[in-house]
């Protein structure tokens, strides 16, 4: 059977940013921020569609995201930094 998963390779020196690990019996598990996941949206928009990701981020704003942490967070991928700078503009 096939799981629908893909696996993407993140680089060694962006990996931490934005992880956290939840703590649960007998486990660590490593999760993204919200903030790490919309950038990651983005930054994965050539395989996902450029819908998801403004859609994350409209869903973020609605609950309270601030525009300056994600931007802030953005700051260590500077191939996306534009493309959501320039979405939040439009946004708000």
């Not at 690990?21 to 990651?40: F, M, N, V």
């Amino acid at each position: 059977t096939q799981a629908p998963v893909q696996w993407h390779h993140f680089a060694t020196n962006t990996f931490d940013v934005g992880r956290d690990t939840l703590q649960a019996p007998g486990a660590s598990i490593g999760i993204y921020s919200p903030e790490r996941s919309i950038i990651d949206a983005f930054r994965l928009q050539h395989h996902e569609g450029p819908e998801l990701a403004r859609d994350a981020l409209k869903t973020w704003l609605r609950r309270g995201g601030q525009p300056s942490t994600l931007l802030k967070l953005a700051d260590a991928f500077p191939r996306t930094l534009t493309t959501i700078r320039t979405t939040l503009e439009i946004l708000l």
